[in-house]
Structure formats: C-alpha cells, structure tokens
C-alpha cells in the first residue's frame, strides 16, 4: 500500500511540474498593445506631457544655412518640444542611405517608447515596414511635407496618421508639428487642416 501511495505521490509531482513547465511555454515578453492611432479621442487620455517624441529628419534640412533663419531644423524641433514640455529625440538620417538610416531611426524611437514620431521622409514608399512597427507598438507617426506610403506590404493602406504640409518657413512647420504633439498628448484629434 505504501509503494502505491508512494506513485501516486510521484505522479502527481511530476502532472504539477508538467502543467507548470507548459504555462511557461508562452511569450517572454508582452508586445505593445496596438491602438487606433488615426482615431484617437479625448476618451483615449494622451500621454505624459514629458513623453518622448521622436523626430526623422533629411540631413540637408538639418544642416545651417539651408534653413530659414540660418537655424537648423533639427535645432528648431528640438527647441519648440522641449518648451512644449516634450522629451525630444532628434535623429538626422546620414548622406549615403538616407532612406535605410531613417527606417532604423524610426524602429530606434519605438524601441525607445517614443509616443509620437514626426517623420521628413527621404523615400516614403521605404519606410512602410517601419511606419507598420510603429502603428503595432501604438506610436501616433506624422508626416513632414511629403505624405508617407498610401499602401505598405501586401497593400494594406500602411501610412501617417497625419500629415503636416510643408510651409513657407521652417519656423511655421514646426510651430504646427509641435501644435500637433500637443493635441495628441491632451488625447485629442488633431486639427491638420
């Protein structure tokens, strides 16, 4: 009788480890949850007002005197978000492949945690892959200027949330991508009109 309630005893052990070895099996870490970046309401509350907000940018828009005012833009965004009360993170793709430096700058400001990315795109239809991991991880990305791809891979309709036009001065581009920043961080939809 011993030696039964003995393998009764092992084999219930050796169920509890089997059952607690198979929940373990899972994701070691938790993937962003997706949002509806392009829908976001007050209901959706923003984010901290000291979050990070990334900014892509071509060189030749960062390099002085190729700016109005002499001030590069890089200089300008990094600036106007902080007295907006942002952390901003400002990255200037290289000469060489400007295209391939922008896409690890996006996923290097995702990885980050960056709520927002302002992006001046030297080649839109390259940065679909990027712009999808930012949509994934819930990161809100706005367009400088040119519009960001219309359809991504396998077409589906990857692109900015939003877009801000280009204008007549830098200063003025700025003024209205950090206006949209801050609505987004209030949680509401902003007005790119």
């Given at each position: 009788?011993?030696?039964?309630?003995?393998?009764?005893?092992?084999?219930?052990?050796?169920?509890?480890?089997?059952?607690?070895?198979?929940?373990?099996?899972?994701?070691?870490?938790?993937?962003?949850?997706?949002?509806?970046?392009?829908?976001?309401?007050?209901?959706?509350?923003?984010?901290?007002?000291?979050?990070?907000?990334?900014v892509v940018l071509l060189h030749s828009a960062s390099t002085p005197g190729k700016?109005?005012?002499?001030?590069?833009?890089?200089?300008?965004?990094?600036?106007?978000?902080?007295a907006a009360g942002f952390t901003p993170d400002v990255r200037v793709a290289g000469?060489?492949?400007?295209?391939?430096?922008?896409?690890?700058?996006?996923?290097?400001?995702?990885?980050?945690?960056?709520?927002?990315?302002?992006?001046?795109?030297?080649?839109?239809?390259?940065?679909?892959?990027?712009?999808?991991?930012?949509?994934?991880?819930?990161?809100?990305?706005?367009?400088?200027?040119?519009?960001?791809?219309?359809?991504?891979?396998?077409?589906?309709?990857?692109?900015?949330?939003?877009?801000?036009?280009?204008?007549?001065?830098?200063?003025?581009?700025?003024?209205?991508?950090?206006?949209?920043?801050?609505?987004?961080?209030?949680?509401?939809?902003?007005?790119?009109?």
């Amino acid at each position: 009788m011993a030696d039964v309630s003995a393998r009764i005893a092992a084999a219930a052990v050796a169920l509890a480890t089997v059952l607690t070895l198979t929940g373990c099996q899972g994701a070691t870490s938790a993937a962003p949850t997706p949002v509806q970046s392009s829908d976001l309401t007050s209901s959706d509350g923003g984010f901290d007002q000291n979050a990070v907000v990334g900014v892509v940018l071509l060189h030749s828009a960062s390099t002085p005197g190729k700016t109005s005012g002499g001030v590069p833009l890089a200089t300008r965004f990094r600036d106007d978000l902080t007295a907006a009360g942002f952390t901003p993170d400002v990255r200037v793709a290289g000469t060489d492949d400007a295209a391939a430096d922008q896409r690890t700058a996006l996923r290097a400001l995702v990885r980050r945690g960056a709520k927002a990315v302002l992006v001046q795109a030297a080649d839109p239809a390259s940065l679909s892959g990027a712009v999808q991991v930012a949509h994934d991880a819930g990161v809100v990305v706005v367009a400088l200027g040119d519009p960001l791809p219309t359809s991504g891979t396998g077409g589906d309709g990857v692109s900015a949330d939003y877009r801000v036009q280009g204008s007549d001065s830098d200063a003025a581009t700025v003024a209205r991508a950090t206006a949209v920043v801050e609505s987004l961080q209030r949680g509401e939809k902003p007005d790119v009109g």
